[in-house]
Every structure is written in C-alpha cells, then in structure tokens.
C-alpha cells in the first residue's frame, strides 16, 4: 500500500510514526529555567569578581545569597533592609532578563509547536505557562534570601516574576506562531504608522537624554574623580562604582530625557531638577550624579530643550517621505501616497505613543533607595507622558504637513526644469487677479 499523505517511511518501507512533542510543562521547565539561570549569572559574576578583587567580604553563602537579592531587584522585587525599602531596579540587567525571557517564549512555542493547530491558543498557553513558570522561580529565590537585616516579600515576587514572565513569553509565542505577522496587517494603516512614528519619537527623545547625561558627566570630570579617591576603597571599589553606574546608565537615560521634556525628576523628598528649578538636599556619593545641574538652565542650555520638539520634528518628516509617494534616492516619478487626513491622523496619534512610551520608561526608572528623603526618586510619569505628548504631536503635525507641502512644490526627481518652471507659470496665471474689463 502507498504511504499516506504526510507519513514517512522507514527503511524497511513500514510507516514511521511523527515525532513526539516534548509535555508543555518540560518544555516551560528547560527554557524558563536556562533564562533565569542566564540572567542570574552576571549579577553572581559581578559580585563575586568584587569581592575577588578587594580580597574581603561576606561568606561564599551570603555572597550568593545577595546576588540573589540582586537578581530580584533588577525584576522590580522591592528589598526590605535596615535603610529602607529599595526598588531602583538596575535597568540594564532588567533589560537583559526581558530579553532572555522572551528567547525563552520562542524556544517554548518552537518545541511545542504552536504554530500548528490553532496558533491563538498556543500562543495563550505558552505566555501562560512562562509566567507561571517564572513566578515559581520568583518564590523560591524570595524565600532562599536569608541574610541579616534583608528581606524580600515571597508574595510580591511571584507576582512580579509572573506578570514579568507573561508579558515577555507572550511576546516571544506572538513572534514565533506567526500571529504578529498576521495582526500588524490588519490595523489600519494610519494608527501602524502613527504606532510607529510615535515609537521612534521617543527613542529619539531617550537618546537625546543619553547624550546630555554623557555630556554633563564628562565635563564634571574632576569632580568624578575625586569622588572615586574619596572613597578609598582602592582598585575594587573604583571597579565596582563604575559597573554600578553602568548598570543604572539606562535610569540616569531617562531622567535626562524627563529634564529635556520639562518636568524634570526628583532625588530625593522635596526635591526637583527641572529646567525652570533646581532644589538638591544632600545626595548620594554617586559619580552618575556628579552631572547634576546646580541652577536652572542657563540661556545656551536651554537649547537643548528643543530637542524634544526635534524629535518629534524628525519622526514627523520621516512618516512624510515613507508614505508621501517619494522614496528617499528614488530616481522614479512620486506615486500616489496617503491622503491628507490620513497622513495628519498618524501624526497626530503620534504625540500620545511617545508619552506613553516615556511614562512607561518612567515608571521604570522610579523607585526608592531606602527611607526618609530616599523614598522619593525620579520622574513622575504623567506629567512627563503629557507634555512628551504634546510637544510630539506638535513636531510630527508641523513636519509632515510642511514636508509635504514642499514636496508638492518641487520638482519630481528626474522632472526637466524647463517643465516644472512651465507648470508653476500656468499655476500662478490661473491662480493669479483677473484683469479688469475697460
């Protein structure tokens, strides 16, 4: 008999059976369990070479213990210690754990294979499980934290870890099942480009930040410097100061980029560092700080307050010339492109992605470093959002409309000039007073 359709033969030409999916829950246990162990590692790696490195510290158990606690606060898992809560999370391993988790989704969702089937209910189950999975990791490494004068909540973390695991698995299905490409061309046009414009208008703005916060560090050099000698804690402890400024790198981001749109960000209770006020108590010894401005900003400084509006400048022109019938170095004549209403739509919609992209950054950047006047630190996210919005929304508007409007009175690429000159003639005759009848 002739195979069916869609089984293999073996070599003795009886029917190979398919293969055998691995259980969901082996499949969650493998790829959780190698992120985590994955992200877990550098924080172990950074304390332990610090401890190397200034030949004392705690026990091998308690120095595992703290990178446990490490790991925990770079997921939002606020510590209780002696000083206060702390939930200044380190962004940059948060980031990193983010990523691992949603690799983790793919390889669940490829090994289950939830692209077959009904790809919707793969993708739930596979978001599902990641979370849960992580939650679990979350409470066991909450209650392995056993060092004096520290403790972490076991309820708080695993609900952290599990919204944590469930956004980032559900993101890496989405991905892998094929179903974002199959979402994306449904929307409508105009919201997919306002989606996007906005998204970069915000990276822009966020960069904008990371090159003020490197410039006021750099010029506050000395300062730094002699901040690093202050501590006397030799080789190690100059070694550990800087990793520990570039694990926050992306915090002191966006609190620049919060500067730049207005509010400011705070460090502290009763303080401010906005561009019309500057109030600062007494901060922490920290060199990322050292770039601080001590007043409001001065008349060359304020320039930089139009960077914003730049951005959005920016993200507004390009939107113009992706979908305003000219292709950047085309050679051939402008196609039809979007309509007037549906270009400004997208503008418009622009402004409120790029303030709840910065909230959001925010939000993330905001947290305390123990009690009293370290409960309060960073931006407040709605006003930041709110004005982000507007001052987009404005640069995007008044890019895309006047990009157009100078691309419909130029010349096409490749359009002879005595043809264009000939056609703005005709406009201004027929556009121009009638003569008078004598």
């Known amino acids: 008999m002739t195979p069916g359709v869609g089984r293999e033969t073996g070599l003795g030409g009886g029917r190979r059976p398919p293969p055998r999916r691995p259980p969901i829950a082996l499949a969650v246990a493998v790829t959780t369990g190698w992120a985590a162990l994955v992200s877990f590692a550098p924080v172990l790696g950074l304390l332990l070479a ?72 793969g993708t739930l189950v596979v978001g599902g499980s990641v979370g849960l999975a992580y939650a679990v990791l979350g409470a066991i490494t909450a209650l392995a934290v056993q060092v004096p004068g520290l403790s972490v909540s076991v309820l708080r973390a695993a ?20 179903l974002l490409a199959q979402i994306v061309p449904q929307v409508p046009a105009p919201v997919r480009d306002g989606l996007r414009t906005g998204l970069i208008a915000a990276l822009l703005i966020l960069a904008a930040g990371a090159a003020s916060a490197g410039m006021a560090v750099a010029l506050s050099g000395g300062e730094v410097a002699q901040m690093l000698v202050d501590y006397d804690t030799g080789l190690s402890g100059q070694i550990g100061l800087t990793v520990l400024c570039l694990l926050y790198s992306p915090t002191i981001t966006i609190w620049a980029a919060s500067y730049l749109v207005g509010p400011g960000f705070m460090v502290g209770a009763d303080t401010i560092v906005s561009v019309a006020r500057v109030s600062l108590g007494t901060l922490p010894a920290a060199p990322a700080l050292a770039g601080l401005p001590s007043g409001a900003a001065s008349a060359w400084a304020s320039v930089l307050l139009g960077l914003p509006l730049a951005a959005g400048m920016t993200a507004g022109w390009r939107l113009e010339r992706l979908r305003g019938g000219r292709r950047p170095g085309s050679t051939e004549r402008p196609v039809p492109g979007v309509s007037w209403p549906a270009l400004l739509t997208s503008a418009a919609l622009a402004g409120p992605v790029a303030g709840a992209v910065l909230a959001l950054a925010c939000l993330a950047a905001s947290g305390p470093l123990g009690g009293g006047r370290l409960a309060t630190i960073g931006p407040a996210a709605m006003p930041v959002g709110l004005v982000a919005a507007g001052v987009v929304t404005a640069g995007a508007l008044a890019a895309a409309a006047g990009t157009r409007l100078v691309a419909g009175a130029r010349p096409a690429s490749g359009e002879p000039m005595a043809e264009f000159v000939s056609r703005l003639r005709k406009w201004r005759t027929s556009s121009g007073p009638r003569s008078r009848k004598r």
């Open 50 to 121: 610090g401890f190397a490195i200034g030949g004392n510290g705690p026990s091998g158990g308690e120095s595992f213990q703290l990178s446990l606690a490490g790991w925990l606060l770079a997921h939002g898992v606020a510590l209780e210690t002696r000083l206060g809560p702390i939930g200044l999370a380190p962004l940059t391993l948060t980031g990193f754990a983010f990523w691992r988790l949603i690799r983790a989704g793919v390889h669940t969702a490829r090994a289950i294979r939830a692209r077959r089937g009904r790809p919707w209910v």
């Open 159 to 178: 609900v952290t870890f599990a919204v944590f695991g469930l956004v980032a698995g559900l993101i890496g299905a989405f991905t892998e099942t094929g």
